[in-house]
Structures are given as C-alpha cells and as structure tokens.
C-alpha cells in the first residue's frame, strides 16, 4: 500500500515520491534533474535560457542516465515590441552605476532574453518525449499544445489565482501548480500584471483545490518535511521546492548568489522586476533597494537585464538576480538525491504521528 495520502501525481506522473524539482533557469542543469528523478521526485530541466542546441543536449545526457520520468519546463510569454525609448531611459538611470564602476556606458546593450516555447521548441519535445512538460506565464498556443499533448506528456503549468488555475484546467491542464506569494524566482501570473491579487500558498492551494478537478501541487514557502504535511493537509497532491534544492551541489549558482543564500534572513527577499521586467522573488541587494525593487522604468520582460549585464560583470552581487522564496532559512546542504529522501522520509514519519 502507498503511504503516501494522495497517490494522484504519482499515479499521473509515473513517480515514486510526490515532490518536484522546481525547474530553475540558470541554477539547474541535467545533474540535478537526473538526482532528483533517480531519488524517485520528478526532476525539471528548465529551457528558457537555453539555445534549442543546449535543451537537445541536456536532455540528451538526462536521457542517458536516467530511466525515470522528467519534466521540461518552458515560458509561453510573447516577446515584447521594440522600445528604443524606453531602452534608452533605463540605461540612463543607470549611468550612475556605469561610472561608478568604470563599465563601459557608450558600448552597445546586451541583449538579455528568455526564448518562449515555439515550433522549435516542439519539435525537440517531439524529439525526446518527455513524461512531462511545464509551462509559465499560461499555455502556448493550441496547435502547440496540441503537439505535445499528442507525444503522451502530461501538462503542467503554474497558477498564482484560482482564476488562473480554473483557466489553465479548462485549456488542457493535466495537473496545475498553485504558486503561492512566497515562491522564489518568477512570478506564473498571466492573467493579471497586478501583484496585489497574489496570494500566500497556505489561502491559495485549499481554494484551488475547491476550484478544479485536477491534482493541485503547493509551491511556495515549502523548505522542509513539515511544510509537505501541511501541503497535503491542504489538499495538495504534491509539493514543488525550488530554493531548498539551491543549496545542494548539483545547483548552479554564483559564489555570491550561494553566500547570499546561507546568510539572508526571512524578510530580506522582495518581489523585483528590475532583472527581466516581470515581477520575481529575489534576495534583496544593492540595485533592488536603490532601484525599487519595482521599478516603473524597467523595460518589458526579458529586456531589462541587457544593461545591468556590464554592471553584473564589475559588481556581481549587487547587480545580479539571487532568486529565492521565503523559505531560504530552512536550507540544508545536502546532495540533491539525499534531499530529496530525506524530504520524504521526514514527511512521513510526521504524517504517521497524526
């Protein structure tokens, strides 16, 4: 017999625990993805900073070295119109900082850039045929969707409202993430701009439950066993951690983002759009305090982060994005496969006392 409460994501998904691997771009590589789906999670491989060359070769060395399922996580934004305007008075307000730090000002922006899910994208989908497939900010478009569907993956995506989440199931959503305000990195919202409608995981996740038919995964705030239980005693039929998996070693992470991690309190991450243009939860630093952390002058996402780019290179820690949730207290250093057991296994030994 499953000890497992609700054995709905295990059965949907083909895994053996009911915890997944937030798929963090820039900070998960196939070495995570592969620990977490070997220990008996679902591992996550994020392909939004990724070239379609870079995505086929990960998935390539997944493929290799495990048997177990994984996930692919995309962005479904629309890449935004040119602003040469605005463009140009973001970098301005930066000049300060350029000189400061000797960059060079006068030297063409970097482009800085997410690529959403498109026809290319699919057809590695296609391609690989992976057990699952996530997207953020919505769902593509049907044809897409449709193709991915048609390779037998079930779909996930993320939901920071009941409305969202009633939305993503009546569009196809195998199981919905429900995303609470505490989560690290960016914001799932696609259906409003406005931050104040997000919720907390705790108001979110029973609500959610009430509202779709489909299993309900917590997200947000979520460090540790006893944040599991409550999950499930929520209703959720699995977790999704990012930040507790930011301090394993398969993570990768700058040396000022781990520092950062093991040294910021509870109340020092802020949600902040100076890095892409859309709002996500970071540790606070200096260009969030100075800048904002929301900044009306950041260009649309992703563009922003093109010309905090020279800066990042001469003052790492103040200019660079160091995603996490609320929940980076509760980190331990631990292995990515030996978290993941230990998670579980804590879990339900504190489930059994109930």
Same mark, same amino acid.
């Not at 307000?93 to 060079?104: K, S, T, V």
């Not at 193709?147 to 409202?161: C, D, E």
């Not at 239980?229 to 700058?254: D, H, Q, R």
């Not at 929301?294 to 200019?319: H, N, Q, T, V, Y």
């Given at each position: ?19 997944? /691997? ?23 491989? =994020? ?6 060359? /870079?995505?086929?070769? +990960? ?25 040469? /305007? ?39 989908? +296609? ?12 769902? =593509? ?107 394993? =070693? ?15 309190? +509870? ?88």
């Amino acid at each position: 017999m499953n000890p497992w409460p609700d054995t709905r994501i295990l059965d949907l998904l083909g895994i053996e625990l009911p915890i997944i /691997q937030a798929p963090m771009a820039g900070a998960t590589g196939s070495a995570m993805v592969i620990a977490a789906s070997n220990a008996g999670a679902l591992g996550s491989m =994020p392909a939004a900073m990724l070239s379609i060359e /870079q995505l086929r070769a +990960e998935l390539n060395v997944i493929r290799q070295h495990s048997q177990h399922p994984f996930n692919v996580n995309f962005f479904c934004h629309q890449p935004p119109m040119a602003d040469e /305007q605005r463009a140009r008075q973001w970098k301005n307000l930066l000049e300060p900082y350029y000189r400061e730090l000797g960059a060079d000002f006068d030297a063409p922006t970097p482009v800085s850039n997410r690529a959403p899910f498109d026809a290319a994208a699919c057809a590695v989908v +296609e391609e690989f045929c992976p057990e699952v497939v996530s997207f953020h900010f919505g769902l =593509p478009e049907k044809s897409l969707l449709d193709r991915v569907k048609a390779t037998g993956a079930k779909v996930l995506s993320s939901a920071t409202t009941v409305d969202e989440a009633i939305w993503l199931e009546q569009h196809g959503c195998d199981a919905i993430i429900a995303m609470g305000y505490e989560a690290g990195g960016h914001r799932g919202m696609f259906l409003s701009n406005d931050l104040s409608s997000q919720v907390g995981t705790f108001a979110l996740v029973p609500q959610m439950v009430d509202a779709v038919s489909v299993p309900v995964i917590a997200a947000g705030g979520i460090g540790d066993a006893r944040g599991i239980v409550a999950a499930f005693a929520l209703g959720a039929s699995a977790v999704l951690l990012g930040t507790a998996y930011l301090f394993t =070693p398969e993570a990768k992470v700058s040396a000022s983002h781990h520092r950062a991690l093991r040294s910021a309190k +509870e109340s020092e991450t802020a949600l902040t759009n100076i890095f892409t243009g859309r709002p996500a939860r970071g540790i606070l630093n200096r260009v969030m305090r100075e800048l904002g952390p929301i900044s009306p002058a950041a260009p649309a996402f992703p563009m922003a982060g093109g010309a905090l780019m020279p800066l990042r290179a001469k003052g790492e820690a103040d200019f660079s994005n160091l995603w996490a949730g609320q929940a980076l207290r509760l980190g331990i250093e631990l292995p990515t496969a030996e978290l993941t057991r230990r998670l579980a296994d804590e879990a339900l030994a504190l489930m059994s006392r109930r």
